[in-house]
């Protein structure tokens, strides 16, 4: 079993400087590269990239981001869930003027 807390998680960084906090670590679950919590402020951003082994899956908890995927784009709000396939080019802006907070994990497909 794993048990954890979000307010006992420490903050950690993200494509400079996004809040996020690690709740269950690659290894934790067989195929799980990640489950984490992140919060992005007004203006920041996480610039165009793939994982070319791994399913990325976002769940929005509040605000709104502006998310690009292979060129489309896509708001991402309050219980909205997207999911970029391997090899997908994805990038995630906040645009707005309120923080975005959202849960997001990888599975790995190897």
């Not at 290894?27 to 990640?34: A, F």
């Not at 994982?51 to 995927?69: A, I, P, R, S, W």
Request: aromatic share 10%.
């Amino acid at each position: 079993m794993k048990y954890s807390r979000l307010e006992q998680i420490p903050l950690e960084s993200s494509h400079g400087k996004i809040e996020k906090k690690v709740m269950i670590k690659k290894r934790d679950v067989p195929n799980l590269m990640m489950f984490n919590w992140a919060k992005f402020k007004p203006g920041q951003f996480v610039e165009p990239h793939k994982h070319d082994t791994m399913y990325e899956t976002y769940y929005g908890l509040g605000g709104k981001l502006l998310c690009k995927v292979e060129g489309k784009e896509i708001y991402l709000g309050k219980g909205d869930c997207l999911t970029t396939k391997p090899g997908e080019i994805h990038e995630m802006k906040n645009i707005f003027k309120k923080d975005a907070t959202i849960l997001y994990f990888g599975i790995s497909i190897n």
